[in-house]
């Protein structure tokens, strides 16, 4: 939802899943065998996979700096997309479910540590890479800051002690100021 907001493009949006049901529904299934979301549906061509629908609007919908005009960008913006989803999503996942959605008295409190320690060694890479940069690929904002700024706002908005990453920390609270990242991303923890 973000990604359609920044691209400016208007959407009919349903909502599946979770509180909402539907995902195991046939004709959901149909279109996305996983039966999880999100789902895409552009005049009747359906994809699936958060990052693939990002890549897929921002090669068909974007420009640059959304979409790198140059293959060597574009393949390091999707370096860090796929670093998101085989490195930090497991761990962030973790953080997510046994800090907010795991009543506090059944918390398993060393599979939060193990979570934070591995979370706390990706995103120093990341803080890393963003000392000489604005955004991911550099000066401008494209399709690698998205996967990273939705986890990045679990990151900081989640409650525990975590370690200063300056330079994470300030990208951050730039995505922040954006009205399309406040509006779809910045939203309760539930």
Request: charged share 25%.
């Amino acid at each position: 939802m973000w990604c359609l907001a920044e691209l400016d493009i208007e959407v009919d949006r349903k909502d599946i899943g979770g509180a909402f049901g539907g995902n195991d529904a046939p004709a959901y299934r149909a279109q996305n065998p996983n039966g999880k979301i999100p789902t895409l549906i552009d005049e009747g061509y359906v994809i699936w996979e958060s990052n693939a629908i990002v890549r897929y609007l921002c090669d068909l919908y974007g420009t640059a700096p959304w979409f790198p005009a140059d293959a060597r960008q574009r393949g390091h913006a999707s370096q860090w997309m796929d670093w998101y989803q085989t490195a930090l999503h497991l761990p962030m996942t973790t953080l997510f479910w046994q800090l907010i959605r795991t009543d506090a008295a059944e918390r398993d409190q060393t599979a939060i540590n193990a979570a934070i320690a591995e979370c706390t060694g990706f995103w120093a890479m990341l803080d890393k890479h963003l000392e000489e940069r604005s955004f991911i690929l550099g000066d401008h904002i494209s399709m690698a800051d998205i996967p990273l700024g939705c986890a990045a706002y679990r990151w900081h908005r989640m409650e525990f002690d975590r370690p200063a990453l300056p330079n994470l920390r300030r990208w951050w609270e730039v995505l922040a100021k954006r009205s399309a990242y406040q509006k779809h991303v910045m939203l309760p923890l539930t």
